[in-house]
């Protein structure tokens, strides 16, 4: 598996592993970007996605009178 590496706030690192439960800042981060592709993926299934639109927006075929 590919790692990437980032710089963050020390504090705000602290911070998610006290409210995480977490014991390093890889495992509070991995958590929390996790979690949030998780629930990204709820949503989407209980509203659909992007690719959606094109179904919700469709036209109504115009009636020519005459």
Known sequence: MAKVTITLDAD??????????????????????????DRTRRTEARTGDAADQQRLNHRRPVVEEG
Do not use: F, H, K, W
């Open 12 to 37: 705000l690192a602290i911070e998610v592993m006290l409210q995480s439960g977490t014991r390093n800042p890889q495992d509070a981060v991995e958590l929390i970007v996790r979690d949030y592709l």
